[in-house]
């Protein structure tokens, strides 16, 4: 891979040209600091195009331009992505599922571990950011502050004094490839396109009738099916959020006095202790 390096003074952006690779692989770049970058080459992106990346001030390295240097044609596109409105089967997603590109992580949770596999294919830009999630140790003693009976789990709130908090920018939304809410859907929570930063969702029943017809509502993989037990038994006793009608912890709260407040008045949260990928 040719990459060519700005100035030594100029280290905060570096461009390098796109080798014969397929949409939604994931790269490693090495950027002028000597930092090694898993990157995730974008749909529209094709061979012998240049990207460039640059240092934001977050202190990230982040695909910030491509542009156009070939005459190539694109490659149409996989025929096992369906129209808008139509679901990938589950054979399909089996498929995806065990692809060479799905990438193999484990959180740790207070009831034991959850294995999940990601998929590119399905949204580039999520993966690479809950990679960068895993990289950054930020799944650390994370409450699981909203757990609601047959419909998901949610983490990735901490105290605002915390230094994970606030660190991501928010993500450009992934496209809409047909990848149903269900069992065990893993995905980033969201309040509006273009708002998925690092609080993640897990599943525990099937929303395909509700969720993922519009921006950015986008799994991004699936627990494992021998990790569905664990998932299941994460607690939901306390219900909903208060600003969602619940009697569960108050995210605002969280933020405010940290996992003290969880662990004096709500003491059966679950918490998110650890994750890693899986080799």
């Given at each position: 891979?040719?990459?060519?390096?700005?100035?030594?003074?100029?280290?905060?952006?570096?461009?390098?040209?796109?080798?014969?690779?397929?949409?939604?692989?994931?790269?490693?770049?090495?950027?002028?600091?000597?930092?090694?970058?898993?990157?995730?080459?974008?749909r529209n992106v094709w061979t012998g195009d240049k990207l460039v990346v640059g240092k934001g001030e977050d202190g990230y390295w982040k695909i910030v331009q491509a542009i156009r240097t070939t005459t190539a044609r694109p490659q149409a596109p996989p025929?096992?992505?369906?129209?808008?409105?139509?679901w990938r089967t589950p054979q399909v997603i089996a498929q995806d599922l065990a692809a060479s590109d799905a990438v193999m992580?484990?959180?740790?949770?207070?009831?034991?571990?959850?294995?999940?596999?990601?998929?590119?294919?399905?949204?580039?830009?999520?993966?690479?950011?809950?990679?960068?999630?895993?990289?950054?140790d930020f799944f650390s003693q994370l409450a699981i502050y909203r757990a609601v009976p047959g419909f998901l789990v949610q983490f990735g709130i901490m105290a605002k004094s915390d230094p994970r908090s606030n660190k991501y920018s928010d993500l450009d939304d992934d496209p809409l490839?047909?990848?149903?809410?269900?069992?065990?859907?893993?995905?980033?929570?969201?309040?509006?396109?273009?708002?998925?930063?690092?609080?993640v969702c897990l599943f525990l029943g099937d929303f395909r009738d509700h969720l993922g017809k519009n921006q950015p509502e986008t799994p991004i993989g699936k627990v494992c099916a021998e990790s569905l037990p664990?998932?299941?038994?994460?607690?939901?006793?306390?219900?909903?959020?208060?600003?969602?009608?619940?009697?569960?912890?108050?995210?605002?709260?969280?933020?405010?006095?940290?996992?003290?407040?969880?662990?004096?008045?709500?003491?059966?949260?679950?918490?998110?202790?650890?994750a890693s990928r899986v080799q």
């Open positions: 891979m040719a990459q060519e390096n700005t100035d030594a003074a100029q280290v905060a952006q570096f461009s390098f040209i796109v080798p014969e690779v397929d949409a939604n692989t994931v790269m490693r770049v090495q950027a002028p600091d000597g930092v090694t970058l898993e990157l995730t080459v974008p025929s096992n992505i369906p129209p808008p409105g139509q992580f484990q959180l740790e949770t207070t009831k034991g571990p959850i294995r999940l596999k990601l998929v590119p294919s399905w949204a580039p830009l999520g993966v690479t950011r809950f990679w960068q999630l895993v990289n950054d490839v047909g990848v149903p809410f269900e069992e065990g859907s893993v995905t980033f929570a969201a309040a509006g396109p273009g708002t998925r930063s690092s609080t664990i998932l299941h038994s994460l607690y939901t006793g306390y219900g909903d959020m208060p600003q969602c009608g619940g009697n569960g912890p108050d995210p605002c709260k969280l933020e405010d006095q940290g996992n003290d407040y969880v662990t004096s008045e709500f003491p059966n949260c679950d918490f998110v202790i650890g």
